[in-house]
């Protein structure tokens, strides 16, 4: 099994910064990929931001400038570095990752969520 344990989520003012990070532990074999999501109120999940091991990352438009995808594979950690924040950028933010198994094949994981609120 394995589990995603996201931290760092608060509320901050507009223009405020907060750094995500999302600690992945249990049987891993490798994370071909590791992400984040996030869900606003009345709105449905959408990306916004993944990395893959190879060092390509992947930004929502929404979010291109402002925040920032790193991993630290050593400790199995993706982090979002979050700059010039909006209120609109209120959400619960849910990690992700693509683990491959020992026993071969891969399976997506979800994190429980660490909500972010953008208020002044």
């Known amino acids: 099994q394995v589990q995603l344990v996201e931290s760092g989520g608060g509320l901050v003012h507009p223009g405020g910064s907060l750094r995500l990070s999302c600690a992945a532990s249990?049987?891993?074999?490798?994370?071909?990929?590791m992400g984040w999501y996030r869900q606003g109120p009345g709105k449905e999940r959408e990306l916004v931001a993944t990395?893959?091991?190879?060092?390509?990352?992947k930004y929502a438009d929404s979010v291109k400038g402002r925040f920032t995808i790193s991993r630290d594979n050593a400790k199995k950690t993706v982090y979002l570095q979050m700059n010039s924040l909006k209120p609109e950028d209120t959400a619960v933010y849910y990690c992700t990752a693509r683990v491959g198994s020992y026993f071969g094949g891969a399976m997506d994981y979800w994190g429980r969520g660490t909500q972010v609120t953008v208020s002044s």
């Open positions: 990395d893959t091991s190879g060092g390509s990352a």
């Open positions: 249990g049987s891993i074999f490798s994370i071909p990929t």
